[in-house]
């Protein structure tokens, strides 16, 4: 409560006492109370020197505070169109709703969108349609140099940590995932024991602050490492690079924030503010990334190891490549994120500016690989609003072999897209530490809604591949996927991008290529 507040209940409070005290009528009483109310509230604003509208405008003033509260759920819910809203317009919020819980997404009329504005994109079907595959098809991780590969889903939960999420959300997603069949990454914030109970299948991610596996200084801890990365659930581990919504800066959890619970799974000081640098320890060239991945994979017992990043410098990951090349191991697998991914919290312009949105990033990752000759022993998957089967089957046109999605499977334990995950006062209980708000919501309900959603859009993904003549995602191809330019022109994406050959970067770079093949040292990122 404000101090403001507190005067006036405190003015509220000996007023009435002086007034029973006098024998004055109470009905009085309730008249003059808000006049008297009115008037110091009017009183402090003339004084108060922190807002210069209510200076001017005092008691009146407080409506623009008012409105200015509340202008995001007006926006939501009197004002946006179906399909304009922001991050995830209301269209795609309902069909993750409504796959949830298992109802009809279906719409009547045809399209709200305007299918002849450039940038609008669409698939093409095929004269000849293909019967839908009964079982859906999984994406085999794990190279030459893996010895305990992992059959991952097209569709899997993406990462996000416990403490960003609360313990009941982390309970719903990994209770899905077992129920479905499909993977959760665990995000950089340690393996809790809300992601091992369901028995899920778990992509474990560490990050640079190393939490779950890390010493007291802060540095990796490859014996305790090794001995998470043990568990039966854990079935690929991850490295992450940098994160979509804020490619290259690290994190920063408030000592309030830091019980006992989270300061353990985190290997971290309770109560006290943890730090997450925007760089690695363990590695400072391309090539010692390429030796530490490998590193993990040896330390995981043969489990599948790969790394996640936002797309920044295409020199950058070249260097990557060819320290693959030199050093005769790869990942197994990587992860793209896209700029326009989501966070509990980023800066403005980090989530604005910085960083490759995840068609240019899906480009460059398999261009690069399939140029090096290393795309077959690489899987790709693809990070960033997927949230419908559309989505899904654009990414891998693109270059993906599968997707991961976060934000929709928050809409699917119940997510309202309040936006305030890093608040700490989510209303739905799924961004939250609050016992109180994180209560709200039911594993056993959000468990079924999880599994429904994965499986209705996979299903989905399935059906609009089968009307454009395609079986399995390996039979996608660029020119089946049109963008239009202008609104009399619309190209393929065979025809927007370039798609080099197998192998094109060790043979004849093509022009637009060699500068940055040629600048690519796997002993230094270069910018």
């Not at 317009?89 to 819980?101: C, F, Q």
Request: aromatic fraction near 8%.
């Amino acid at each position: 409560m404000t101090r403001v507040g507190i005067v006036l209940l405190a003015l509220v409070a000996a007023f009435g006492t002086s007034a029973a005290a006098l024998g004055i009528s109470p009905s009085w009483w309730f008249a003059a109370v808000p006049l008297m109310l009115t008037g110091v509230l009017g009183a402090w604003d003339l004084v108060q020197r922190r807002h210069s509208v209510l200076r001017n405008y005092p008691v009146l003033g407080h409506a623009r505070y008012l409105l200015e509260r509340v202008r995001p759920e007006l926006q939501q819910y009197f004002i946006e169109r179906n399909y304009d809203g922001r991050p995830f317009d209301r269209d795609v919020r309902s069909i993750v709703y409504e796959r949830a819980k298992g109802t009809d997404a279906e719409e009547p009329y045809g399209t709200e969108r305007d299918v002849y504005q450039p940038g609008y994109e669409f698939l093409v079907p095929s004269m000849a349609p293909c019967p839908v595959p009964k079982d859906p098809p999984r994406v085999r991780i794990g190279g030459p140099d893996c010895s305990r590969p992992y059959d991952m889903a097209l569709l899997n939960v993406s990462a996000m940590s416990f403490g960003s999420l609360s313990a009941n959300a982390v309970l719903a997603l990994n209770g899905g995932a077992a129920a479905g069949g499909f993977a959760q990454d665990t995000g950089e914030g340690g393996l809790s024991e809300y992601h091992l109970r369901p028995g899920g299948d778990l992509v474990w991610e560490i990050g640079t602050g190393y939490f779950g596996c890390r010493t007291e200084e802060g540095d990796f801890d490859a014996a305790e490492f090794a001995d998470k990365a043990a568990h039966d659930h854990v079935k690929c581990v991850s490295l992450k690079l940098s994160q979509g919504a804020k490619p290259g800066i690290g994190g920063v959890l408030p000592g309030a924030k830091v019980n006992a619970e989270i300061a353990r799974v985190r290997d971290v000081p309770e109560g006290k503010t943890v730090v997450s640098p925007p760089y690695h320890r363990v590695f400072s060239t391309p090539r010692e990334l390429v030796r530490f991945i490998a590193r993990m994979r040896e330390l995981s017992g043969g489990k599948p190891a790969g790394f996640k990043l936002c797309v920044g410098s295409r020199r950058q990951f070249l260097a990557v490549c060819k320290a693959m090349l030199e050093e005769g191991t790869a990942p197994d697998f990587i992860v793209v994120d896209g700029s326009e991914g989501g966070t509990g919290a980023a800066p403005l312009e980090f989530a604005d500016h910085v960083g490759t949105p995840l068609t240019e990033g899906l480009h460059t990752v398999h261009n690069a690989l399939v140029g090096v000759g290393l795309r077959d022993r690489i899987k790709i998957g693809a990070s960033g609003k997927i949230a419908t089967g559309t989505d899904l089957v654009k990414r891998m046109v693109q270059g993906a072999d599968y997707g991961n999605a976060a934000r929709a499977m928050m809409f699917a334990v119940g997510c309202i897209q309040a936006q305030r995950c890093h608040t700490n006062t989510c209303p739905t209980g799924v961004t939250t530490q609050d016992p109180r708000r994180a209560r709200a919501l039911d594993v056993g309900d959000k468990t079924a809604r999880v599994q429904r959603f994965q499986q209705a859009t996979v299903a989905s993904a399935l059906q609009i591949m089968a009307s454009m003549g395609v079986t399995d995602p390996a039979e996608l191809r660029p020119h089946m996927l049109r963008r239009r330019v202008d609104p009399c022109t619309e190209r393929c994406f065979e025809e927007l991008y370039e798609w080099l050959a197998p192998g094109q970067l060790l043979a004849e770079p093509p022009a637009s290529w060699a500068a940055d093949w040629q600048a690519a040292d796997p002993d230094r990122f270069t910018v």
